[in-house]
């Protein structure tokens, strides 16, 4: 079973790649960056621009793949930057790509959207019926490529279902204004370098990557998805507290508060629904995060690079 990743080379999509692998599956990727993978029997990685709709068009009529499971995106600063190449690669590619899984016969659809489509102030628990008040582009690039898909679905169209991950962070994240109070804390800590700390009282919900990994294979898998958008969390802690959390660790780990304001995503999310619809659940939380986190990092994967 042939399953298409985009941004495959990506944060996300290296371990989601490796994750499909390892259950069984043939992955074609594709992302615009030289490949990260080692050669793999059961991989095929493209280095394309999911915006190229003619180069994109020749790998599904190449692979016919079965499922797809879309990742490519610009994150939130680049979105703010640049509106514009952010509705041309979040939004456009978005629609292209499930005109073109419509034409394959691609039986289901996984769309990465995020808890950016909710505003930072919603009362929480944050329900999936909360979103539509993103304050970021990149969160409504998020919350329209939902819009697009769900109608999609409604016509018969194609299965779209789509995931919303809180915070994400684990090995080889560098980009994107959340990792200055996730990934980059173990990154710097692990290459001794000091971390200033912008928000320390901040609540954030983190969500390790391979917990990420997990919903979006259980998103895949599961026969049905009645409410086809879900949320997934992990754990909630103050800024602070992750960092005392990795310095547990990384004993060495040097740190200075200096506050400033952060991007804020709601803390407390309620994902009942996928608990209860997909079966998934997190597995990677506070301790066992950080442990896997530093032990991937050290041992690296058989499978791809993590720089």
């Known amino acids: 079973m042939n399953v298409l990743v985009t941004g495959g080379g990506g944060f996300i999509g290296r371990f989601l790649v490796e994750g499909l692998i390892d259950k069984g599956y043939s992955v074609v990727s594709i992302d615009r960056g030289l490949s990260p993978f080692r050669d793999h029997p059961k991989l ?136 200055e109070y996730s990934s980059l804390i173990l990154e710097k800590g692990l290459r001794n370098e000091k971390i200033i700390v912008r928000n320390p009282e901040d609540r954030v919900n983190y969500i390790y990557v391979r917990d990420t990994v997990n919903a979006l294979i259980a998103l895949l898998e599961a026969e049905k998805a009645p409410s086809r958008v879900y949320n997934a969390g992990g754990f909630v802690s103050r800024v602070i507290d992750f960092v005392e959390l990795v310095k547990k660790y990384i004993p060495t780990l040097d740190y200075e508060v200096q506050p400033a304001p952060a991007v804020r995503y709601p803390a407390i999310v309620d994902d009942s629904r996928a608990r209860r619809e997909l079966g998934w659940s997190p597995k990677y939380v506070y301790d066992k995060a950080i442990e896997d986190y530093i032990e991937t990092y050290r041992k690296g994967s058989a499978l791809f690079r993590l720089d």
């Open 44 to 179: 095929t990685h493209y280095v394309a621009d999911v915006s190229d709709v003619i180069a994109i068009n020749k790998i599904f009529e190449r692979h016919k793949p079965v499922a797809v499971i879309h990742l490519a995106a610009l994150l939130a600063d680049a979105c703010e930057n640049d509106p514009v190449l952010a509705l041309r690669v979040n939004i456009d590619s978005t629609q292209y790509l499930l005109e073109l899984s419509i034409t394959h016969g691609v039986e289901k659809f996984i769309f990465m959207s995020s808890a950016s489509v909710y505003h930072p102030d919603t009362p929480e628990p944050v329900r999936e019926e909360d979103a539509g008040k993103p304050v970021s582009y990149y969160g409504v690039t998020k919350y329209t490529g939902e819009l697009i898909g769900l109608w999609y679905a409604r016509k018969g169209l194609i299965d779209f279902r789509a995931l919303r991950p809180t915070v994400v962070f684990g090995p080889g994240r560098f980009r994107g204004p959340s990792a």
